[in-house]
């Protein structure tokens, strides 16, 4: 039996969509206090008014994370409405996909920026609140494309998706005197709005990698969250989760399974 984390305050980025939306309603319903972050007002508020009808306490705040001001300013808020913040989900993320030879200087920079640099200022931003709260949960949304796969097209979201460990293993140590735990979920592929711009062929191909021949829901990843949230995993700091349904795991799947 986990302790209930009622009335803990959470604060996810990229929550209007995918996978943030499936961490923010899991949270809800388990009666967390939640500040959700991302770029549209409109998205934020239509999920604002969603989770209230279902009893949730939540608030909206629309920050571009690649902006340590406008971070800043959401701290300033979440420290306004709640006081401190217990767990921190870092999760925004873009993944266009293109060739090496095609990828712009400005492109390379774009994706860093949102994915890499973006986990380092949001974590930095709420890093006050969090230790405040002298409980202290950081959830890193990576990826196993990079950190532990190659796919084409995507050198530079890998890259982020890689580095994203690399901050995750120093900060887990930075932050333990404060009994904060840094964690990283590496999703392998889950159907959300981004994967559906793909198309349903990319769909249909990666469900034929994967052993369990499906895509992961939202839920599957928010369920990780949620126990890396716990009393109970405060002992876990500095570790990687791969959710991706045995993606990762055959040496070979034509003829195995
Ligand atoms: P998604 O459906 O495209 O949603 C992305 C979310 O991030 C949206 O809420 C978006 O809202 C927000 N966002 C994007 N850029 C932002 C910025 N600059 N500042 C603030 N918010 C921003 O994506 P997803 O598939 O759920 O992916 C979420 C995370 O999971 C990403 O980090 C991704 O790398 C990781 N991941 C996903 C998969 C997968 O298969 N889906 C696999 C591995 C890892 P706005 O546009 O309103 O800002």
């Not at 998706?161 to 392998?188: D, S, W, Y």
């Not at 034929?208 to 992961?216: A, D, H, R, T, Y």
Request: hydrophobic letters at 45%.
């Amino acid at each position: 039996m986990f302790t209930p984390i009622r009335n803990k305050v959470v604060v996810i980025t990229g929550a209007s969509k995918g996978i943030g939306r499936g961490m923010a309603q899991r949270f809800a319903e388990a009666g967390a206090r939640l500040l959700l972050i991302n770029r549209s007002e409109s998205e934020g508020h239509a999920l604002v008014e969603e989770l209230k009808q279902s009893g949730a306490e939540a608030y909206a705040y629309s920050a571009d994370v690649r902006s340590d001001q406008a971070l800043a300013q959401a701290a300033a808020f979440a420290e306004q409405q709640y006081g401190q913040v217990d767990i921190l989900c870092v999760n925004a993320g873009i993944y266009p996909a293109k060739r090496l030879e095609e990828i712009t200087s400005e492109e390379w920079d774009y994706v860093n920026e949102v994915n890499l640099k973006g986990s380092f200022l949001t974590l930095q931003a709420f890093l006050p609140l969090l230790k405040k709260a002298e409980y202290g949960r950081v959830i890193l949304t990576s990826s196993i494309t990079g950190a532990v796969t190659g796919f084409p097209g995507w050198s530079h979201y890998g890259a982020t998706k890689a580095g994203q460990l690399g901050m995750m293993r120093c900060a887990a140590l930075e932050l333990a005197p404060h009994q904060i735990t840094v964690n990283a979920i590496l999703p392998g592929n889950i159907i959300t709005e981004g994967v559906i711009a793909m198309g349903q062929d990319h769909i249909d191909k990666m469900a034929q990698s994967i052993p369990v021949k499906k895509l992961g829901t939202v839920f599957d990843i928010a369920n990780a969250a949620l126990f890396l949230s716990s009393k109970e995993a405060g002992f876990i700091t500095g570790q990687t989760l791969v959710i991706d349904g045995g993606q990762v795991l055959p040496e070979c799947l034509e003829g195995i399974l």
